[in-house]
């Protein structure tokens, strides 16, 4: 019976190693990679990395390689189909083109959050990210 309980632990990604997956961090990047190893606390070894920038119908990859990430920095973690991989109707540009862009945009959502942020401090005496009471 206990076989049948599935995994809820880290010890689920034993069916993705040596696939291509996708990673999220909690700073926005996009990697992926080949998941080569992992261990109980969710830090991912990944091999063959790029990281991924988004821009309207647009894309850029630049090459990382070996990659070592801490599990607390992981959003998201999902394979990705090779059978569709190539179909997603998006243009791949060079990095350096595209860059400047993705860089405009993540400043502008910092500023964004950092007023909400301070909304929900003054307002309703919420903490601020990084601020007192979010430490471990």
């Known amino acids: 019976m206990d076989s049948l309980i599935p995994f809820t632990t880290s010890g689920a990604l034993v069916d993705c190693v040596d696939r291509k997956m996708l990673v999220i961090l909690r700073d926005g990047r996009k990697l992926h990679g080949v998941l080569r190893s992992y261990d109980q606390f969710a830090n991912l070894v990944l091999e063959d990395t790029y990281e991924r ?16 990430i801490r599990g607390e920095n992981v959003v998201l973690l999902g394979e990705i189909d090779l059978d569709v991989e190539d179909d997603v109707p998006l243009k791949e540009v060079d990095y350096q083109t595209l860059e400047p862009y993705c860089k405009l945009e993540a400043e502008k959502r910092k500023q964004r959050d950092d007023a909400k942020a301070q909304i929900l401090f003054d307002q309703n005496g919420c903490s601020k990210e990084g601020g007192e009471g979010d430490g471990y």
Not at 58 to 64: H, M, S, V
């Open 53 to 68: 920038i988004y821009h309207g119908n647009t894309f850029a990859q630049d090459w990382r390689g070996l990659y070592v």
